[in-house]
């Protein structure tokens, strides 16, 4: 089964602070995503990568920064969080997408089990 | 942008009764799949569904993706306490890594 693991599931912090989210995948996936999740906004798309030291902005990545140095870790950054950053935030892998027009690629989505941030 | 549009946001029934979760969408998809998140935890994929008019039984738990690939319905007979969750809708196809649109999600409560 896959195991996608974060390293915290609570994590408070002050405004300004620098914070680290970590996220590790055991499957050899080479997409990474990370997403907070809002109620009332759903999850929402901040930063992907597929593969290595490559990384891609999602719908929402202001604020934020990661790091892919190895294909098991992605790691998320808050340079200098904000009370607005307050959020469920949700780590996923998949394999390579690779697809063809017979046979698409599914691209399910494997989850952490999140971290709940909160910034005061 | 790909719009997944999940119907009705919140419903709460009692342990028995029978329920259909909507996810539409103006977009078609390569495939379309169904999450359950329950609190305090990440979303676990229960199906994938990828051919128009596909229906796919879960137990109690019944997927239709439509025939245009548009949309989706996830059908819950004789719901139980267990069945409690947020259910999300995530729609393949619309560009990126993997593309991924996510509905806003139902959320489910099935009172005993």
């Known amino acids: 089964d896959v195991k996608v693991t974060q390293s915290s599931r609570y994590l408070v912090k002050r405004t300004g602070e620098k914070v680290f989210l970590e996220c590790v995948q055991d499957m050899d996936h080479e997409n990474m995503f990370w997403y907070r999740q809002d109620p009332g906004l759903g999850l929402r798309l901040i930063y992907f990568s597929y593969d290595v030291k490559m990384k891609e902005k999602g719908d929402i990545p202001e604020g934020y920064s990661v790091s892919r140095e190895k294909k098991e870790r992605f790691s998320l950054i808050l340079e200098s969080a904000s009370t607005n950053q307050t959020s469920m935030y949700l780590c996923?892998?998949?394999?390579?997408?690779?697809?063809?027009?017979?046979?698409?690629?599914?691209?399910?989505?494997?989850f952490g089990p999140g971290t709940r941030l909160t910034v005061l | 942008t790909q719009l997944l549009e999940q119907s009705p946001q919140f419903l709460s029934i009692q342990e028995g009764e029978n329920l259909t979760v909507y996810c539409n969408s103006s977009?078609?998809?390569?495939?379309l799949q169904w999450y359950r998140q329950e609190p305090g935890e990440g979303p676990v994929l229960l199906v994938t569904?990828?051919?128009?008019?596909e229906v796919k039984k879960l137990k109690r738990l019944t997927f239709q993706f439509g025939d245009a690939r548009k949309d989706s319905s996830l059908h819950i007979t004789a719901a139980q306490p267990g069945d409690t969750g947020l259910y999300l809708c995530a729609g393949a196809g619309g560009g990126g890594a993997d593309g991924l649109t996510f509905g806003k999600g139902t959320h489910l409560i099935i009172q005993p």
């Open positions: 569904v990828v051919t128009g008019g």
């Open positions: 977009s078609v998809f390569s495939s």
């Open positions: 996923a892998s998949s394999l390579s997408r690779g697809g063809t027009s017979e046979i698409p690629s599914y691209n399910e989505q494997f």
